[in-house]
C-alpha cells in the first residue's frame, strides 16, 4: 500500500535545542499549572524538616559524632527532595501518561523520543534543584545548619543522586501496568524505603536494618548527600561506596527504562 | 492489501470495527510496524526508523480516542504542539479553521465532547501537513459541526493536503471522498469512487410511488416488481423508459403519482452488501 504525494524539497527540521526548551517549557507548565500537586511534592519536604526540628532539632546523636538532629535532617530531607521528584513524583507522571494515552498522542507528533525523555529529565531536575536550594536555605537561616563544607561534591552527589533517581524512576514506571495503582505503589515502596533506610532516626551502621537497607539505593543516596556537610577534618565529603551504588541502581534502571519504555496504554 | 493515493485527494477507508482500519492506519502513520509488505507514504517507508521524524513533522493524524491534557486551555495546547513542527500552520488560524474561537482559552477540560474532537482535528491540522489521518473525525459530533468539519476537510483538500479518513457514516464518505476502499478482514472487499463502488452506478434502479386511488395494479403501463401496502415498487435497469412510459400514462390520464421516488442503491446498501458477504464467508474476496 502506498500514499503517494510527491515530497515537498525541502530540509528543514526544528534544531533539537529549540525542540527540547519548548517541551521543557510545558512540562514545567503542566507542573506548576496544578498548585496543589506542586505545592504538595515541594512542600512535604520541607514541612517534615520543620516538623522534626521543631520536634528535637537540637538533641545530639552520639553516635555521628554527636552532630545535631538538624544537622543529620537537613541533608537527609534534601535527599528525600531529590528522590521525591525524580523518583515518585515522575514514576506517577509517566504512568498517568502513558495510560491516559498523553505519550501515544505525543508520538504522532515529530518530537523524538529522546527529547521528550531529556524534557522530562530536565523538568523534573528543575523541581529537585528548586527543593535542594529551598531546604538548604532552611537549615543554614533556620536551623543554623552549616552550608556543605564542599561544595563540588554536593553538586555532584546531586547530578548523580538526580540522574539514577530519574532512571530509577523511569525503570519503575515502565512495569507499572495501571495509572490507579501507580501513586499507592510508589509511595508504599519509598516510605518503606526511607524509613528503613533512617532518613526520620538515626541508624547505627552495625544494625542489622542499616544491613538490610544498604542493598537498595536509597540509603546510599542519604550518606552521599550527608558527607559534603560533615564539618569533622578527615572525613571525606566524597562518599565514593554510597555514589558507587547509586549509580550502580542507576545504570540497571536507564537499561531496563530504555528496553521497557512504551508510549501507548496497556489497555489497547 | 493494496492501493495508492494522489496528493490532494481525499481517500475513505471503510469497514467494520476490527476490519483493519485503524491498523492500517497506524502502519501507514509509523506507530504500528507492519508483519510484510510495502509501504510508502510521501515516498519514504515509515516502518524505518529513520524516517519517522521525517514523516511525523509532515503528515497529521487524528486518532480515536487520544487524550489531551486537560489542565491546559486549547490555545495552550495548540502552540505547544505547533512548537515541534518545522512549519506550523498559525495558532489562530488553526483554532479559526476548527471553529474554536470562542473556546481558545478554555481548559479542555471544560470543552464538550465534540469540541474536544475539534480540537483533537485541530492538533492534527497544526503542523501545517501535507498528508492528514483522519480516524472517524466526526463520531460524536452534532449536525452542524460535522458540515464544519466537512467544509474543513474540503478546504485542506483544495489546498493540497491530501486527506484519509476513516468513517461509518456513509453520508460522510459520499460528500468527502473521490477514492472508497471497503476492507473487510483485513483484506480489500471492494475499491472505487463513491458513486460506483461494487456496480452501484450499474445496478438496478427502484422507481416507487403511491398507487393512485380506483387504480388497479393492473392498470400500471409497466408491471410493478412489488408492492407494499399503498406502495408500489419498480426494479428496473431502463429507468428512462420506464419513468417516460409510466409519467406518459399519468399525464394522459391525469393521475398524480404521489411520492414519487427514484433511487439507486445508497452506498450504505453496497457497503453492508459487501461486508455482509465477506463475513459470511471465511475468506473474503481479495483485490
Redesign the interface.
Known sequence: ????????K?H???SDL??VL??VR?EQ??FW??KVGALFTIGFSVLFLVMLGATNGKQTISYLGNITNDDYYVPGFIAYGIMSACFSMLTVNIVVRRE???L??L??????TWALLVSIFISTAIVAVAQVVVLLLIGRFGYAVPFPREWLAFLFVIVVGIASFTAMGMAISSVIPNQETAGPVTSVAFFVLLFLSGLWFPLQASSGLAKFSNFFPVRHLLLAVRAPFEQQPGVSPWAWHDLGIVVAWGIVAAVVAMRRFRW?PHRN | ????????DV?ALLGPNGAGKTT?IEI??G?LKRDS????????DPGVHANQ??L???VG?V?Q?????S??TVR?VLE??A?????PRAVDEVIELVGLRDKADVKVKKLSGGQQRRLDIG?GIV?NP??LFLDEPTTGLDPAARRMTWELIRTLSQQGT?V?LSSHYMDEVEALACHVVVLSKGRIAASGTPSSLGGRDLGKVAISFSIPPGISVTDLPVAPSGCQGQRIEISTDCELEVLSRLTSWALVKDIQLVGLSVTRQTLEDVYLGLTRESLASSDGPRS
Do not use: C
Not at chain 2, 509488505?37 to 519514504?44: A, K, M, N, Q, S
Not at chain 2, 512548537?83 to 512549519?87: I, K, R
Open positions: 500500500m502506498s500514499v503517494i504525494t510527491p515530497p515537498r525541502d528543514t527540521r526544528t529549540r525542540l519548548h517541551q510545558y507548565k503542566a499549572i496544578n491516559t494515552g498523553l501515544k498522542r508520538r504522532l507528533t515529530p518530537l523524538p501507548s | 492489501m493494496s492501493f495508492e493515493v494522489a496528493r490532494g481517500f492500517t501507514l502513520e506507530f509488505g510495502d509501504v510508502r507514504v510521501l515516498g519514504v521524524r521525517w511525523r513533522s509532515r493524524v486518532l480516542e487520544l487524550a489531551v491534557e489542565f491546559f495552550q505547544r504542539n512548537g515541534f513542527y518545522p512549519e492538533l503542523g501535507l498528508l491530501t484519509m
